[in-house]
């Protein structure tokens, strides 16, 4: 295979699932139309949903899913120790996705909730950078193939990675969309970085942060257009901790914004009822 | 200009004439929001009765069917062991009904920079050119201030002009093309009432404007207050989402992007629609920002509206319809971002 003339070492490609729904795994072999294309990019030498083979050499390991338990602490160090590049695929791996909501919770408590009385080994839940070193995160809850294609397509030409660096509202806007505020939705379209060409908001289902935050979001901002649209507090938790996209600093200080903020809206309703 | 009347009914077998015979785009209803007011949008009609040209307002202007949002600018196939440039622009002729002044006036701002300025866009001309442009007057909405600048009536940029005389409308025709094609309906000589009437409309739509934004020395203003406080007020509440030049009528600046498709054997240029308000706008090679700052984003926007810049010279490119400032979250809005600086300067 050539690229202006030039020769392309095709790479060798492993992909693995931890705790996850393969969703991401399955976007992979989604896309027809390009498919057999994306495929010829590079050598697959592992990977359950698309192949037989079964090799341990690879250069480049796509990893979808969480860790929740030691068994897959193992075999993620064992990947790292064999391979160049390792990708976080999905927001699981980036940085817990939904599998993250039952830290919130005693692990015995959740357990019995699922298994009953059945012993199973689980724990809390951690994205794949609080286990291992990560090269590169491909965000979203699925994946974007086609964001996927152009991150492959840079890899294997030997481009730079670009992805966006703006919130989904550009996106969205450029979809023709009536913002979903409008429709009396609470929509994370001005914080979350783009790149899912706002799926969600152009199905008129607000935006619940998968891809995590856009550069130099401006949560005070936010927050006060989402209190003074008379959200509740709960309801601004429910949609920016689903993913815990907003995790670390994002996270302490949007808390403490809704607490600042909904403190001084409720003085002043006071005031005015 | 020549100008002729024409009756509704006829006006709608011209219309409907178009429609069978061009691609046509024209106002829409499309939704209602969360309080049942009606969403509009310009989009391809099949029939008359599809449009609404009372509409209100549409959240969004026709720029984007002359400035998409991503657009082609060439295609380069390297198959073979050589490389093939393909530059298409391509564009069927097309009908839009029912645009409003300002909106005109902002493509004949446009026509400016991507017409006459120094690098014209062929992408551009060829749609222009190659779109016939229906306009019709409209009672203000309660926050337009396009009179404020001078851009509630309209002179050209347009193939005809509607304007509503009750039974009739009193057309302006603007091009040959229009003159011809009126040739196939009926319509009449303006009389001396359908004169009095046109005027008295005008003036009417005149009194109708309910918002004003004193704008008289704005570009020297503007420079005065370059390191005022008041850009740190707004810039704090911008959340960059880049919605309000989205929406802008005028908003044209951009980047462009090479995209290789997955075969590695062709590739795309293509133009991509941004705002100086996005964060990386200013960034260069090696990741330097020149506007690390909302303020300075936001700032910078309001200069390239309201004090302009050696493309157009010192023209301001806001034609008034405050579609940003509807579409702006945070509440920022022109009206209120210029009486700041206004009261900065007059303190």
Not at chain 1, 53 to 74: F, H, M, N, P, T
Not at chain 1, 235 to 242: G, H, L, N, S, V
Not at chain 2, 244 to 250: D, F, L, N, S, Y
């Amino acid at each position: 295979m050539k690229y202006l003339g030039i020769d392309i070492v095709k790479p060798r490609l492993a992909v693995f699932d931890f705790t996850g729904c393969e969703g991401c795994e399955l976007q992979l072999v989604n896309k027809e139309e390009t498919l057999v294309d994306f495929l010829s990019l590079f050598e697959v030498v592992n990977f359950r949903e698309a192949s037989s083979d079964k090799s341990d050499a690879y250069d480049i390991a796509l990893i979808e899913g969480c860790i929740s338990r030691q068994d897959e602490v193992e075999r993620l160090k064992a990947i790292r120790g064999r391979v160049k590049i390792l990708v976080a695929l999905g927001s699981c791996a980036c940085c817990g996705g939904v599998n993250h909501l039952k830290n919130g919770f005693p692990i015995e408590d959740v357990v019995r909730q699922v298994y009953g009385d059945r012993k199973i080994e689980t724990e809390k839940v951690r994205s794949l950078k609080e286990v291992v070193q990560v090269d590169l995160e491909i965000p979203g809850c699925p994946v974007s193939k086609a964001e996927v294609e152009r991150i492959v397509i840079a890899l294997v030409t030997g481009a730079e990675i670009r992805m966006p660096k703006y919130p989904v509202c550009v996106e969205c806007r450029q979809q023709l969309n009536t913002c979903l505020f409008d429709f009396g939705e609470i929509c994370l379209g001005p914080i979350t970085l783009a790149g899912c060409g706002a799926v969600c908001p152009s199905g008129k289902v607000g935006c619940r942060g998968c891809r995590g935050p856009a550069d130099d979001a401006n949560y005070e901002s936010f927050i006060d257009v989402v209190v003074d649209k008379g959200f509740t507090e709960a309801e601004i938790r429910k949609k920016i901790e689903f993913f815990n996209a907003f995790e670390g600093p994002a996270k302490d200080t949007i808390a403490s914004l809704i607490q600042k903020r909904i403190k001084t809206f409720n003085a002043f309703s006071g005031v005015r009822a | 200009m020549i100008y002729k009347v024409i009756t509704k009914s006829e006006f709608r077998k011209f219309v409907s004439g178009l429609i069978r015979e061009n691609q046509t785009i024209g106002p829409k209803l499309v939704d209602s929001d969360r309080e049942g007011n009606p969403i509009y949008q310009f989009k391809e009609v099949n029939s008359f009765d599809e449009m609404d040209l009372d509409y209100t307002q549409a959240d969004y202007s026709i720029k984007n069917f002359y400035l998409p949002f991503r657009e082609e600018l060439s295609r380069f196939d390297y198959s073979n062991s050589d490389w093939e440039q393909n530059i298409e622009y391509h564009v069927h002729p097309r009908v839009i009904v029912g645009v409003r002044a300002c909106d005109i006036n902002a493509l004949t701002k446009l026509d400016k920079i991507f017409m006459k300025g120094n690098f014209p866009s062929p992408h551009y001309i060829a749609r222009r050119k190659n779109t016939f442009l229906i306009g019709m007057d409209h009672e203000p909405l309660d926050d337009c201030f396009c009179k404020s600048l001078n851009q509630d009536v309209v002179r050209h940029g347009f193939n005809l002009y509607c304007t509503d005389i009750g039974k009739s409308y009193y057309l302006t025709i603007n091009s040959s093309k229009a003159f011809n094609f009126l040739r196939n309906v009926k319509t009449s000589d303006p009389g001396k009432e359908d004169d009095r009437k046109y005027i008295e409309r005008r003036k009417y739509l005149k009194k109708k404007f309910r918002t004003h934004v004193e704008v008289t020395g704005l570009p020297a203003l503007m420079d005065i207050e370059f390191q005022s406080d008041v850009w740190k007020k707004w810039g704090d509440k911008c959340l960059n989402c880049g919605s309000c030049a989205m929406v802008c009528p005028t908003c044209y600046c951009h980047g462009v992007e090479e995209n290789i498709e997955v075969n590695l054997k062709r590739s795309r240029k293509e133009r991509v629609q941004y705002s100086c308000s996005i964060v990386d706008f200013a960034e260069v090679a090696g990741g330097h920002n020149f506007r690390p700052l909302k303020e300075d984003r936001l700032k910078y926007r309001f200069y390239h509206h309201y004090r302009g810049f050696a493309e157009n010279a010192d023209e301001q490119i806001c034609v008034g319809c405050n579609r940003c400032g509807r579409a702006c979250l945070a509440g920022i809005n022109p009206r209120d971002v210029i009486n700041d600086l206004r009261m900065e300067s007059e303190e």
